[in-house]
């Protein structure tokens, strides 16, 4: 049996559906931003409806939301997060802090672009962004998938070392798992 | 109004049994200047003998050009409702200070948090020195010698374009050619 | 008897069942816990050192983010040490406008904390009721201030803008709204049996070491000892004002709920007050020149009650256009870190989440 592309499209057609469906975030809040969490999750502006809800574990989701600041303490807990989640796996920057540091840009403690540590398919800005625009950056995320340009998975496999080098510079005590997977 | 009489009364007790000075700043506020081997008796006497038992704050500020660090406790009693401020004076370059954990436990997270921050030594103090900061190698980051912008900017990426410090005057004045637009004038709220 | 090895848990920073980004570090023996230690460091933004490079009113963006769950106690603490010092007055009005968004505050905090106390014992109809109707409270800080979580509104003077045009009105059909729903809540959180056998007798705070330890706010309140800072110094019309502080005995977790519970009902009864009262006049003293504004050199001290307990502001100026120095006392800064070690020995760790949510541990303010 040929795998000819029509029928190689129609399988990624309904993979596609199926995955931008069924969004699961992991039950991590990681800076202010996670104020707003409940609120969009709840009965008014229902994310449920779109089929997000929260996972407990980081095996069992698919999207990390970084809500807001990331402290150095937390980079490295989020990385080893990250690593353990099984593709295909989204990220999504939420608030100005993980675009260009937000107002937290001279301080000691928190990184001011989260592009250089892990690979960020969507942005949502703001300050805090409201439960409507949350929700707006979750449709963009699903049109990226439908779309079939959300692989960072695989990106962050090939360029290891590039994001291994950002991530040492800033990380001084590194002893975390190699990724083999 | 009332005419200060507590205030008063404790500030004369305090300083008729320890020979120091002190002043009534206004309603509930009384604060004492201490020598840094006498505060914790002061301490002590205030806790079990004038009532003075809920500690409410301990904190630390830097005058870099005297050379010294201030050390203030604060604390505070229910019965009469005055707030009494016990300051008092140590050296910056060796900073060495008494522990006070036997008088309050919950001391000892403001004494880990100093010892961090400002690299204050208090001798007998338990607990682990990473309270808040994680392989921090450089000097104690509340000293104000250490420039947190430089820190930053040398060690976290910077995208271009994002200058620092530019004067707000300056920049109305640069734009301000600009009026509100017609179509906006409704919902201007002046 | 099997004597049990000892194993060490972490309900590390990514859990379901903390409220917010700690770690708590437990060592169990089979399903009790035998000692704990509390980390925190993972929120740590240095506040204090940023403020020391900002103006005395670029501040305030720095200063909502201190309490994420109630940003507007720190707003107002702030602007009242640095009134102290400048000596600046404020209009009456600007009082009461001050005292009715401090009260909208704390019902809006409340019902964040409703559902997580409920959550952590599992159920979960509760959240979605409570954080529902709070979002009506936020829409109502929208009408007035511009954003919903982060408002920025109360400056040292007054407050930056005089109320909209039927705001008081909508305030009062919003109040009547939420005064129904509180009977709703009680039906299926406090008269529910689940929750009544998991909340008595559980994390129990003992009232003779309670205020030693640094116990303040409702868990004070809550093994009987009446204090608050309301009434022992009243700051802006709380003198003028009437309502009751409730409290309990016992201490544990039940007694906490019901504290909190009642207290929302006096914040709806202190607003419909402060809302007949209000005069009319000035909402702002003016600062002449906010961005080149010195304040003279000195040091205040300020404290107001928020939903957790006693906040408290430490600001020294050396008469300069920026602070010299601002270091604030979380309302939970002395909860998470040496009551929870103190009184989680003996508990099972399926009440570890109950307890931390009950004691209104909030990581954000201990490590600012």
Redesign the interface.
């Known amino acids: 049996m040929e795998n000819d592309k029509n029928s190689q499209k129609i399988v990624d057609y309904i993979q596609n559906f199926a995955r931008k469906h069924s969004l699961f975030v992991?039950?991590?809040?990681?800076?202010?931003g996670?104020?707003?969490i409940?609120?969009t999750m709840?009965?008014?502006?229902d994310a449920e409806r779109f089929g997000i809800r929260?996972a407990?574990t980081?095996r069992q989701a698919d999207v990390l939301l970084i809500t807001g600041?990331l402290?150095?303490?937390?980079l490295k807990?989020v990385i080893r997060?990250y690593e353990q989640m099984q593709e295909p796996k989204y990220v999504i920057g939420f608030g100005s802090c993980t675009i260009?540091?937000g107002?937290?840009?001279?301080?000691?403690?928190?990184?001011?672009?989260l592009d250089?540590y892990l690979p960020v398919d969507v942005y949502i800005n703001g300050?805090?962004p409201?439960p409507e625009a949350v929700i707006s950056g979750f449709v963009k995320l699903q049109e990226l998938i439908m779309a079939g340009r959300a692989n960072n998975g695989e990106k962050y496999r090939e360029n290891l070392e590039h994001y291994r080098t950002?991530q040492k510079?800033?990380?001084?005590?590194w002893k975390m798992p190699d990724y083999n997977w | 109004m009332n005419d200060l009489v507590k205030e008063n009364k404790l500030l004369d007790t305090v300083i008729n049994s320890f020979k120091i000075e002190g002043k009534v700043i206004r309603d509930c506020r009384v604060e004492v200047y201490a020598d840094k081997n006498t505060v914790s008796s002061i301490l002590l006497f205030a806790k079990n003998q004038l009532g003075y038992i809920h500690l409410a704050h301990m904190t630390c500020v830097d005058w870099i050009d005297q050379g010294e660090y201030e050390m203030i406790y604060t604390i505070y009693s229910p019965v009469d409702k005055i707030t009494l401020f016990v300051k008092t004076r140590i050296d910056r370059e060796n900073p060495v200070m008494e522990n006070i954990d036997t008088i309050w436990d919950q001391a000892n997270t403001y004494e880990r948090e100093m010892r961090e921050m400002f690299g204050i030594e208090f001798p007998g103090l338990i607990g682990e020195h990473d309270f808040i900061l994680e392989d921090w190698d450089q000097i104690p980051p509340m000293r104000k010698e250490f420039d947190t912008h430089k820190y930053a900017a040398e060690t976290f990426f910077t995208r271009p374009g994002r200058e620092d410090a530019k004067d707000v005057r300056d920049e109305i004045n640069k734009r301000s050619g600009a009026k509100v637009p017609e179509f906006a004038k409704k919902y201007s709220r002046e | 008897m099997i004597r049990e090895k000892e194993t060490t848990l972490y309900l590390g920073p990514q859990h379901p069942g903390i409220t917010g980004n700690m770690m708590v570090k437990l060592k169990v023996q089979g399903d009790t816990v035998v000692s704990a230690s509390t980390h925190v460091g993972y929120l740590h933004r240095a506040f204090e050192k940023l403020i020391e490079r900002r103006n005395w009113i670029q501040a305030f963006t720095l200063l909502c983010r201190f309490c994420v769950p109630e940003p507007d106690p720190m707003e107002l603490t702030y602007a009242r040490a640095v009134e102290e010092l400048d000596n600046r007055e404020v209009p009456e009005r600007a009082k009461y406008i001050r005292v009715i968004v401090m009260e909208l505050a704390r019902m809006q905090a409340f019902m964040l904390w409703y559902a997580g106390q409920s959550g952590s014992a599992g159920l979960y109809l509760t959240p979605q009721w409570s954080v529902g109707d709070r979002n009506y409270i936020l829409d109502l800080f929208e009408d007035l201030t511009g954003g919903r979580i982060y408002h920025m509104y109360i400056w040292p003077g007054g407050v930056r803008r005089d109320l909209p045009k039927g705001w008081t009105d909508k305030t009062l059909r919003t109040m009547d709204y939420i005064e129904k729903r509180l009977d709703e809540y009680n039906k299926i959180l406090f008269d529910n049996t689940i929750f009544q056998k998991r909340a008595q007798g559980v994390g129990i705070v003992p009232k003779d070491k309670a205020i030693e330890w640094g116990v303040v706010g409702p868990v004070l309140r809550g093994t009987g000892i009446r204090s608050d800072v309301r009434i022992d110094e009243p700051y802006e019309v709380y003198d003028k004002l009437d309502f009751d502080i409730p409290t309990q005995e016992g201490g544990d977790i039940w007694a906490r709920a019901l504290v909190r519970k009642e207290e929302v009902r006096q914040s709806i009864r202190i607003i419909r007050q402060a809302i007949a009262d209000m005069p009319e006049g000035e909402y702002y003293n003016k600062v002449s020149n906010p961005m080149k504004w010195t304040v003279p050199a000195g040091q205040a001290w300020a404290r107001t009650e928020s939903v957790r307990g006693e906040i408290g502001f430490h600001v020294t100026s050396d008469g300069g256009n920026k602070p010299y120095r601002v270091h604030v006392k979380g309302a939970a800064y002395t909860h998470g870190v040496t009551v929870l070690e103190k009184i989680l020995p003996g508990q099972n760790i399926a009440d570890v989440s109950f307890i931390l949510n009950s004691l209104g541990v909030c990581p954000p303010e201990i490590e600012r």
């Open positions: 992991l039950a991590y809040g990681t800076g202010c996670a104020i707003e409940p609120a709840t009965s008014r502006y929260g407990a980081p600041y402290s150095t303490k937390t807990r997060v260009n540091g107002m937290y840009y001279d301080s000691y403690n928190t990184i001011n672009g250089q300050c805090m409201r950002n510079k800033i990380i001084k005590n």
